[in-house]
């Protein structure tokens, strides 16, 4: 996903509704979440496994569709869940999105992609034993893809390969020719479809179901790098470590390893690493669940024409930060805007995410699910300064304030009484965490009450809608925390829809997403942005627009 989507998506969510705890009727709590696994033509599929993923708790569970497609997952406590379906050869269609207990879904599986071919090497042989892999790029909409590599393949003795299982989109493949970790691995730079640099690789298109077939790599032949140095600091013996290089621009993973101290001490070597622009990171997880996580602040490696050597990455500990969620009710007088559906705080779900606009690099950060008291624990987190997102189970429901109470003197942008705490708007200034800081303190308020907006975005007549468009709420006062921006994507139909809005006044605008290659736009760029459109709009408590027409301006800075 674009970055700027990663900053400021807190706000968007089609989720059920969710009320005040104490506000429950005396009705039996569900306990189960049902559904149906349908193929594209929407009949049932039998056999498919299901499979429900509660976020910050308990381990997955899931259950086989009968012969009419359902399943039953029973004996869930209330929480955030994922569900997923699984029946090879097919791939999932649908996101089913967050999911609560109580729910009834319905996926949709179709038959996976496949891309096959060749790869020979720099004598037109086949090439026996090179590692293929396809890195999705965009998905079936032409949207940027989330990221991820969809499994990968080692050619055979006539330099054949085959990946199937795909979901619809555009890759890029890649061939590598056996490099890694080990002493004696080869050092060729990888080649992309056909014989190419990652700068200069194709894409490749990949329909529902369908074989593309031909796609030949012929390895370049270029040497690459080794990236190599020391793991120092918090280095347990018994413990692995993981280290990754990833591309500074769109952070697509280039090598990874994994260092075991027991066996190969406190170095490491990268191999096959080609010139470019990266980030090198460590990080150090615990046996237990609840162990704190050493990591590495990202540590810039550039790579132009030789090994690079004597690099230092020192663990030091993950930082904690802890809040707690209040509910306010909207007043008597205003309960008719409120749903009827009853919701626990376990349902929602806060991540703090951190983008260096100055270093176009994003912070290692983490995300909790709140407890039944409202608690919540941000773990594993490294020094920097972090903003909070919340996916909110509830379309009554907004952010309203997040304050951070504590006694420490150095709390930039606090405020102070007499006597009293200093308090910390980190809805506005977001909260800066040194290295291995436990820092608590942190109020969560969430307020009933919030409005909506939905609408399409026409343009000039005559005139296509590019794609990739975004469109933005920013409030318009300059003080207003950054929790109260909001931005959805526009679909293909040039519908959106904006949920979750604290009432105030604010401009909307459109905008063309940022190119994944560039960094997202800050919160002042934004309003700058938002603000030249000169369309602004006042919402209301439980307001809810429908059939707003915002005008897209092609050109418009």
Partial sequence: MNPLLCLLVLLISGAPALAQQGSAVNAPRPTAITGRVLNEEGQPLRGAMVTVFRLGGSPPTGAVTDAEGKFRI?????????VAAALTPLVSA?????????????????????????????????????????????DAEGEPASGGGFGSAMSDDRGIYRLFGLPAGAYL??????????????TDAPTYFPSASRAAAQEVSVGVGAVTSDINIRFRGASGYTVSGTVSGLVDPNVDTNISLSLTVGGELVASGFLYPRAMGNRFTLYGVPDGEYELRATRQGFHLNEPRISFTPLPVRVRGGDVAGLDLKLLPA?????????????????????NRVGRVEEMRISATSFDFAQRRSLIGGQAVPEATGDFFLRNLSAGRFRLMTDLPSDSWYVKSLL?????LNLPSARAQSGAPRVLDVGQHGV???VGEQLSGLTLTIAEGAASVRGRVVTAPGALLPPHLLVHLVPVEATAHELRFAVAQVRRDATFSLQHLAPGRYWIVARLAMPSELAPESPAELRRAASAAHQAMELTSCQHVQNFVLKFEAGVK
């Avoid at 493949?173 to 080869?186: E, K, T």
Wanted: aromatic residues 2%; contains cysteine; proline residues 5%.
């Fill in 404 to 408: 951070l109470r504590s006694p420490r």
């Fill in 432 to 434: 800066t965490l040194a």
């Fill in 319 to 339: 930082a904690l930060l802890t809040g707690r969620v209040v509910v306010e009710q909207a007043p008597s007088t205003n309960r008719s805007c409120v749903s």
């Fill in 94 to 138: 649908t996101n089913a999105g967050p999911t609560f207990v109580g729910d009834d879904v319905t996926l949709t599986l179709v038959k996976g992609g496949v891309i096959t071919g060749t790869v020979s090497d720099t004598n037109n042989e086949p090439l026996v034993g090179a590692m293929v892999s396809a890195q999705r790029v965009r």
């Fill in 173 to 186: 493949v890649v061939a590598r020719n056996n490099a890694g970790l080990a002493a004696n691995a080869a």
């Fill in 74 to 82: 029973t004996n869930l406590t209330p929480g955030n869940y994922r």
